[in-house]
């Protein structure tokens, strides 16, 4: 009892600006959902909106269908992306000029250039050539390539993050360069990379929303059919919404039980 006291002495402010303990975050963070869900059930009110979700039972099967959809292409554009992404990395410090400038370029158009645009040029130019007609096969692959420019900087910067003097104990006590990389590269790159890759999955699954102007029934273009079915666009909406926060959400919690975990690598 004396310490939940003391926790509530001072429920809004912690010394220093550290970490608030358990009870106290708790506290804080209903409060603050409490005041959003107060502030946008006020806002829905102001504007006449009425939010009806009897559409969910009806459209149960769809909606399932299209979730289902948007975790499998998510599953494996993230797999397809690490596939492209860790050589790009490497490419980038290539000693071979050609195939460095070519990764370099790769990352930049793509990072510099908005995925709509590539999913569009991507699929009714490139795909038209070469007879990709598969709309789940070209969103996966736009998507692949898309992220696999994000996780090639994210690769890149944790190898130039390493230290140089651990590899060249490792060359002095005569660890092969097969050695270097399984002992001393591969163990600090996860612990560097794993955080920043899960918060990557996340902006898979986010980013997916978009192939739904390539018609792929996914999440998005789902709830669009639903909407222009029923008219009711902003249930439809805010259930789309919160279905991507149960599927980001949990993995935003592991990526931040990885920086705890993995913190002593920085």
């Known amino acids: ?59 149960r099967t769809r909606i399932l269908d ?7 292409i998510s599953l494996a554009s993230l797999v397809a992306s690490l596939i492209i992404g ?20 790769y990352v930049k158009v793509i990072r ?6 590539q999913i569009y ?13 598969n709309r789940v096969v070209a969103g996966v692959m736009i998507l692949s390539i898309f992220s696999g420019a994000y996780i090639a900087e994210i690769v890149r910067g944790s190898l130039m993050s390493l230290d140089r003097g651990q590899l060249e104990a490792a ?3 005569g660890f092969t360069r097969g050695q270097t990389i399984r002992y001393v590269v591969a163990p600090q790159l996860m612990a560097r990379t794993l955080p ?16 739904s102007v390539i018609a792929v029934i996914e999440l998005t273009q789902t709830m669009r059919e639903i909407s222009a079915t029923n008219y009711n666009f902003f249930g439809c909406f ?3 919404g919160a279905l991507y926060l149960c599927l980001t959400l949990p993995i935003m919690f592991v990526s931040r039980y990885f920086e705890k975990r993995m913190s002593y690598a920085y």
């Open 1 to 59: 009892m004396a310490s939940s006291s003391r926790a509530l002495a001072r429920p809004f402010t912690v010394p220093g600006g550290g970490p608030a303990k358990p009870l106290k975050a708790a506290l804080n963070y209903l409060l603050v959902c409490v005041a959003v869900v107060a502030v946008f059930g006020t806002s829905l009110t102001l504007a006449g909106i009425s939010l009806n979700f009897d559409f969910v039972a009806q459209y």
């Open 238 to 240: 805010l259930l789309l």
């Open 196 to 211: 920043a890759l899960t918060g990557q999955a996340a902006s898979i699954i986010k980013d997916s929303s978009l192939l």
């Open 112 to 117: 510099g250039t908005p995925l709509i645009a």
């Open 86 to 105: 860790v050589p790009v990395a490497f490419g980038q410090n290539s000693r071979i000029l050609p195939l460095r400038y070519f990764c370099d370029l």
């Open 121 to 133: 040029l991507f699929y009714y130019i490139i795909g038209t050539a070469w007879g990709i007609d």
């Open 66 to 72: 299209g979730l289902l959809l948007t975790i499998q």
């Open 171 to 173: 060359r002095a006590v």
